[in-house]
């Protein structure tokens, strides 16, 4: 079955940019109904929808992450990659990958996740 | 900035039955709204339960079912279990964007 797993640098220094990468197993990710998303955690907190991304490069952004979220895909790599700029304390998160489908709307399978830490 | 809310909180007793509940601040949440809802478990990723409404996974137990209750999208758990203990979120749909509501913690008292 398909699997995700998220990967990058644990800690990022304020001001700079968050690169995240999610490596799809299992399956391919350039499966016609599939977009691949990115969704974060605040630590003790809720759940937040920051976007995702068509196999094509299509991408969908949270509104309130827009100005500062860049996602990209690799087909040949079978990853997908999410890049958050200007980084503050605020974004400190556990960040998880998640396959979406379009055509059922429902977001599963979900990675482990990944705890990325803004700090000097 | 558009919130959707559930109950913070909420006991339910091994056996009986509770309904959580997720409202949209823009207002009655119907079916274009694709209700979702999942649950998560201390240290795990979330797990998918529901989708668009009351469709479940291969996975979800028989006791949870998804509805649209008065205005709300709503989950029941029937016959709770002991590891049914959790955080329940509901996810919804706004056209092109997906809000998450805050939260539930249930816990089985």
């Known amino acids: 079955q398909v699997q995700l797993q998220e990967s990058g640098p644990g800690l990022v220094k304020p001001s700079q940019t968050l690169s995240l990468t999610c490596t799809v197993s299992g399956g391919s990710i350039s499966s016609g109904d599939y977009y691949w998303s990115w969704i974060r955690q605040h630590p003790g907190k809720g759940l937040e929808w920051i976007g995702y991304?068509?196999?094509?490069?299509?991408?969908y952004y949270n509104p309130s992450l827009k100005s500062r979220v860049f996602m990209a895909v690799d087909t040949s790599k079978s990853q997908f990659s999410l890049k958050l700029s200007s980084v503050t304390a605020a974004d400190t998160a556990v960040y998880y990958c998640?396959?979406?489908?379009?055509?059922?709307?429902?977001?599963?399978?979900w990675g482990q996740g990944t705890l990325a830490t803004v700090s000097s | 900035q558009t919130v959707v809310t559930q109950e913070p909180s909420l006991t339910v007793s091994p056996g009986g039955t509770v309904t959580l509940t997720c409202a949209s601040s823009?207002?009655?949440?119907?079916?274009?709204?694709?209700p979702n809802w999942f649950q998560q478990k201390p240290g795990q990723a979330p797990r998918a339960l529901i989708y668009?409404?009351?469709n479940k996974h291969s996975w979800t137990p028989a006791r949870f079912s998804g509805s649209l209750l008065g205005g709300k999208a709503a989950l029941t758990l029937s016959g709770v279990q002991p590891e049914d203990e959790a955080e329940y979120y509901c996810l919804l749909y706004y056209g092109g964007a997906w809000v998450f509501g805050g939260g539930t913690k249930l816990t089985v008292l």
């Open positions: 668009s409404i009351s």
């Open positions: 998640a396959r979406y489908s379009g055509s059922n709307r429902w977001f599963d399978p």
């Open positions: 823009t207002g009655a949440v119907t079916s274009g709204y694709y």
């Open positions: 991304i068509y196999y094509s490069g299509t991408t």
